[in-house]
């Protein structure tokens, strides 16, 4: 079967359909999210999981988009395969080097990357957290710290440090954006000496249960620490910022719905209101684990 293909015939032809792409894909929240986006603010849609073989990416996309969808999620291991085939961009996509939201209008195919103001606006909106004239730390050098620096860089933030455990991709990625404010990539031993306000994690430790080799001592006054991951429980660097005495911590749920209320303003022109779905999934996230 053609990736893609089977889920293209299982669908409501009176409603304008939606998916995400990705592989793995099971254990997407998206669906959920998107579905609760539509009933909250009286849109007619149908939003499904979509799994994708690796080397089928673009013939999955050409067969939603032929079939009539209206729009896509692309989550990992598309996002930068996903950035070169959209023929148009947004200044943030283009940034990002990567694309998890495409606009299908019969014409174009329009890319648009809403990782990182969903950060923001998480932080900002919801956390009520001040960027602005804040020394910033992001741990990582990958895609999801790259989709994230430009929207916190412009925050006009003090400082954004780049650390990472290879110097020189966070010098690459520090030179990437140097033009949006002050910017510096280093590695982790010369964070030294230095505090922060605001420490992003946009590494996967978490997900091995590890955290980056932080000084002890990096934590500003009043710090937040924000892990770009989630699940039911602390993660592994939500746990060394409490243990350190972190003001307020925070996981990345929040981020999850922000980038999706984004992409569903983007498909269909209304805003949805996100605080009532961060705290659906949080229950929903929590009480399996404490059964």
Known sequence: MTPGMSDLFDFD???????????????????????????????????????????GFSQAVGNFDASGGK???????????????????????????????????????????????????DLTHNHQIELRGKRIL??????????????????????LVIANRTVDKALVLASLFKRLGKIEGVGYEHLAGQQFEVIINATAASLQGEVPPLPDDVLAKNAVCYDMMYGARPTSFMQWAKAHAAA???????????Q???????????????????????????????K
């Open 260 to 290: 999706a209320a984004e992409a569903f303003f983007i498909w269909r022109g209304v805003r949805p209101q996100s605080r009532s779905i961060i705290t659906s999934l949080r229950e929903e996230l929590i009480t399996p684990a404490t």
């Open 13 to 55: 032809l009176r409603k304008d359909r939606y998916a995400v792409m990705g592989n793995p894909i099971a254990h997407s929240k998206s669906p959920r999210i998107h579905t609760l986006f539509a009933q909250q603010t009286g849109q007619s849609l149908e939003y499904t999981a979509i799994l994708v073989d690796h080397g």
């Open 71 to 121: 729009g896509l999620n692309i989550t990992v291991p598309f996002k930068e395969e996903a950035w070169r085939l959209v023929t148009q961009r947004s200044e943030r996509a283009e940034l990002a080097g990567a694309v998890n939201t495409i606009k299908f209008d019969g014409k174009t195919m329009y890319g648009d990357n809403t990782d990182g103001v969903g950060l923001v606006n």
């Open 248 to 258: 307020q911590v925070y996981d990345g749920l929040g981020m999850l719905v922000e």
């Open 138 to 159: 992001v741990m990582g050098a990958g895609g999801a710290a790259r989709g994230v620096i430009a929207p916190l860089l412009h925050q006009q933030p003090a400082a």
